[in-house]
């Protein structure tokens, strides 16, 4: 029973994409050169320039130039001090990250070549978010979170970010009710799960962000909390490991559920100030 409704409270979640912002225009095609790549970060950026600004928490911080690197280069072959970071995990193959050096987000080409692949706009969407978590991580000053509880964190800021946009997943035909969740679930292999978090953590960090689960917002004690699976709706969480198996998603019904208005937490969610929150 606990099984059946933790997944019909995901397909509940899932099957609305249009849970992040009404009337949001359709997706572009997928990037297939670089052109094409760089002017479709170059849109997302703008969206998430916007929703930076108009969050009090970011409206005085300087805003990071988002770069896209060439082929070939890597961006902790660039900013190797990255690894350093607590959201970074050494040996973790990301195709982000926040160099502190040069205030920068630098993005993976081909490695984002394949998310605009696999996930349209949405993919890259959400590691230019992540990254954007992680610039204002990294301005915030020295934080004692471990790595899965910081790099969970930037998931959810990433959410935050994103959900005062137009961006989501382009409909789809057969439609695939976890694609919401995709480019967080598929973010990192098993073997980094301890440093960078679980399929399922990353996923309902994203959609803590979003506003769409019960924990209320991305303060370090909610995102130390989740790094150990506690949350306040752990039949969700358990579902959302599961990635593409289907069969976490037939039995529900369509269900618009939106942002949830939970005390102190508006809706669209704000970022934290981080004064005091621990």
């Known amino acids: 029973m606990r099984h059946h409704q933790g997944a019909a409270a995901l397909g509940a979640l899932l099957l609305s994409v249009s849970l992040l912002a009404p ?3 359709g997706a572009a095609a997928p990037a297939g050169d670089s052109a094409e790549l760089d002017a479709m970060v170059a849109a997302i950026a703008s969206q998430l320039r916007q929703s930076w600004k108009a969050d009090p928490a970011t409206a005085k911080l300087p805003w990071p130039a988002v770069e ?9 072959s660039i900013c190797p001090g990255a690894t350093t970071t607590a959201f970074v995990a050494t040996g973790a193959q990301t195709p982000t990250v926040y160099c502190a050096a040069s205030g920068k987000v630098l993005l993976d080409r081909t490695r984002l070549v394949k998310e605009a692949s696999r996930h349209g706009e949405w993919g890259v969407a959400y590691w230019v978010g992540t990254g954007l978590g992680m610039a204002i991580l990294g301005q915030r000053g020295a934080s004692l979170q471990p790595p899965a509880a910081a790099n969970l964190q930037a998931n959810c800021l990433a959410g935050v ?6 961006l989501q997943p382009k409909p ?3 439609h695939r009710p976890d694609q919401l969740i995709a480019p967080a679930n598929g973010a990192y292999g098993t073997a980094m799960a301890e440093q960078m978090g679980t399929r399922s ?9 979003l506003g ?3 924990l209320g917002g991305c303060s370090d004690g909610s995102m130390a909390q989740l790094a150990k699976d506690q949350v306040p709706d752990p039949a969700l969480l358990s579902e959302l490991g599961k990635g593409r198996d289907r069969a976490a998603f037939n039995t529900m019904a369509v269900m618009n559920r939106r942002c949830r208005r939970l005390p102190n937490s508006p809706c669209p969610r704000r970022l934290p100030s981080f004064t005091g929150q621990k």
């Not at 896209?68 to 902790?76: F, H, N």
């Not at 970010?161 to 137009?166: V, Y």
């Not at 953590?201 to 962000?209: D, E, F, K, N």
């Open 161 to 166: 970010l994103i959900g005062g946009t137009n």
């Open 201 to 209: 953590q990353r996923s309902y960090a994203l959609l803590t962000g």
């Open 68 to 76: 896209v690197l060439p082929a070939g280069q890597t961006p902790l």
């Open 172 to 174: 789809q035909d057969p």
């Open 23 to 25: 009337g949001a225009p």
């Open 212 to 214: 769409v689960t019960d």
